[in-house]
């Protein structure tokens, strides 16, 4: 198996967690918060990177916006990018991942694949009302991160 981490910030609700621990399983890959590991010695050690974290503001947490950053030019080096959210992603019009995949894809990694799905959201108001997308990610959400972890060891093989 292609030696793997995951990198995940997931503080609101566990929600991008549960995500982190399916794909981890799948690729065997072990999983840290950003301030765990250096990101130098991520490089050297392992070949596949993912970083992963709820939406907050319209984009992935900072620490894993400033993980990225910090990572040093790889061309020879796969990532992946997923996330959880209140709303959904929307290609184009609102598209939580590109920052990360920009500053990614400028270091020369080679972007294998995007997972993202709801998460259960109690943040602000949202509480008065018993917060949105109760019991997500569920099952199903689940399952679909489990085949998006198999296609990019499919893809990789
Ligand atoms: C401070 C804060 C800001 C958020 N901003 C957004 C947002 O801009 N768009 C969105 O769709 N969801 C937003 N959410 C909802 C989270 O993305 C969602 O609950 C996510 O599943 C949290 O993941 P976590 O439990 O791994 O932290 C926000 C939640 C919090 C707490």
Request: aromatic residues 8%.
């Amino acid at each position: 198996m292609i030696p793997s981490v995951i990198i995940c910030y997931s503080a609101h609700m566990g929600n991008t967690l549960k995500v982190a621990r399916v794909i981890g399983e799948v690729l065997g890959a072990e999983i840290y918060r950003p301030g765990e590991l250096d990101p130098r010695e991520a490089i050297e050690k392992y070949c596949l990177i993912g970083l992963g974290s709820g939406i907050y503001y319209g984009r992935h947490h900072p620490s894993i916006i400033a993980f990225a950053e910090r990572l040093p030019e790889a061309r020879d080096r796969y990532a992946l990018v997923f996330s959880t959210s209140g709303l959904p992603k929307i290609p184009i019009l609102h598209d939580y991942h590109k920052p990360l995949i920009t500053i990614l894809s400028g270091k020369g990694f080679r972007i294998v694949g995007e997972f993202s799905c709801r998460g259960y959201n109690l943040h602000g108001a949202l509480r008065l009302i018993g917060g949105m997308n109760r019991g997500r990610p569920d099952v199903r959400d689940l399952k679909r991160a489990r085949r998006f972890a198999e296609d990019i060891l499919r893809k990789l093989a």
